[in-house]
């Protein structure tokens, strides 16, 4: 079997943070473990076309739980007179039984063409629409090297045009360095649920590599943070 490793793991302290933020005792653990996955699952169903970059869990303080939604369309998140975001924090409320205040706060994602999640999201919308995948693909791919990446790597997986033998395609352009640590690689997972069965899209993005005196050591002052190197 192969051994896959997610690219935000592996650079974990390198230059990416986790996307969940508190501390609990033992036996509360498990509790805000599953919570924060039905929060996460909640806002995945809920705002599917919003073009959602990520999650953030935030819990400052006890029964306080801040929520950050990364967007590249604020607007469907908020809705007309702020009707999807009362309606989705009424949601979340019920999820956490009242135990917890939720606050929300809405972030705008400025360049959703070089996000590896909205690319691969965009993606799953296209096939859900019958929309070739390879066509799919090498669109999404252009539009990111038109925007300056250095390189872009997508994969789809499953019964590619109903195809009754599952199989992967890729396409790659440009370098993704995968195994290097310094390398600033963004990565996007999502699922096409067709007619013919699930269609996995994934996105690899490569955004150029840290500076030698920006990558993280255990010696360095806290508060310093890791910054792109720049031609």
Not at 95 to 117: F, H, N, R, T
Not at 203 to 231: M, Q, R
């Amino acid at each position: 079997m192969g051994q896959k490793v997610n690219p935000f793991a592996f650079r974990m302290g390198v230059h990416y943070t986790w996307n969940a933020s508190w501390y609990a005792r033992k036996k509360d653990y498990s509790t805000l473990l599953v919570r924060d996955l039905k929060i996460r699952q909640t806002i995945q169903q809920l705002l599917g076309s919003a073009a959602v970059e990520g999650v953030n869990i935030i819990r400052p303080a006890p029964g306080l739980v801040e929520v950050i939604i990364r967007t590249a369309r604020p607007g469907i998140v908020i809705g007309k007179k702020g009707e999807m975001i009362n309606s989705l924090t009424k949601k979340l409320t019920t999820i956490l039984k009242g135990e917890e205040k939720v606050s929300l706060k809405v972030y705008e994602v400025a360049e959703p063409d070089l996000s590896a999640q909205i690319i691969a999201d965009n993606i799953v919308n296209q096939l859900l629409k019958k929309v070739h995948f390879r066509r799919a693909m090498k669109r999404a791919i252009d539009l990111a090297l038109e925007k300056g990446v250095q390189g872009i790597r997508v994969e789809c997986k499953g019964r590619l045009a109903g195809a009754e033998i599952a199989r992967k395609e890729w396409y790659q352009k440009g370098r993704v360095p995968r195994n290097v640590l310094r390398s600033l690689i963004d990565y996007g997972a999502s699922k096409a649920l067709t007619k013919y069965g699930m269609i996995g899209v994934k996105v690899w993005l490569y955004k150029g590599d840290l500076k030698p005196d920006s990558i993280f050591s255990p010696l360095k002052e806290e508060g310093e943070s890791a910054a792109p190197a720049t031609a």
